[in-house]
């Protein structure tokens, strides 16, 4: 029963560490995630389970690793946001993938992106290929589309002239 209780006491504390840690990170890490910000929250989650299941690892070594983590990548945000350089390196650029219509075959084999994939966007999206001034996969994995201006909204701008 005492070894529950320890058990249910840490996992509270480690909790409480992980909810002020994710906070502390901001929402621009975990709305838009890249590769390293995933891995950071996977490092997070491993050292709060470690924390959690193994009553001899201290309960400070957990709490330190996690904080530490957190930390880090707050810094890292922080770095990213004055220096677009170091943002380029950390969370990686787009890629251009379909240009006036024409879909980049090279940049899409060399990103992994198949045409079911890139046809999937454009469904989700409502447009088709001939409407796309250009498609970029983003660094999180999404595929932005920039479409063409319709016909009927020149129209209306021009009316307003």
């Not at 922080?78 to 090279?106: A, D, F, M, P």
Request: charge should be positive; aromatic fraction near 6%.
């Amino acid at each position: 029963m005492i070894e529950l209780l320890i058990l249910l006491y840490r996992t509270a504390i480690l909790w409480i560490v992980a909810l002020v840690v994710f906070r502390m990170m901001g929402k621009r890490t975990l709305a838009k995630l890249g590769p390293f910000d995933f891995a950071v929250i996977i490092m997070i989650g491993e050292a709060v389970a470690i924390g959690m299941e193994d009553s001899k690892t201290p309960l400070m070594n957990a709490i330190g690793i996690t904080v530490l983590l957190g930390a880090l990548q707050y810094l890292l945000t922080w770095l990213n946001v004055r220096y677009r350089w170091l943002e380029k390196i950390t969370q990686g650029t787009s890629t251009l993938i379909v240009e006036q219509g024409h879909v980049k075959q090279q940049q899409m084999k060399r990103e992994r992106v198949s045409n079911p994939d890139l046809d999937m966007e454009l469904r989700k999206n409502d447009v088709s290929l001939d409407e796309v001034v250009e498609a970029r996969l983003e660094p999180t994995g999404d595929i932005s589309l920039k479409k063409k201006k319709s016909e009927l909204s020149n129209n209306k701008n021009s009316d307003n002239s």
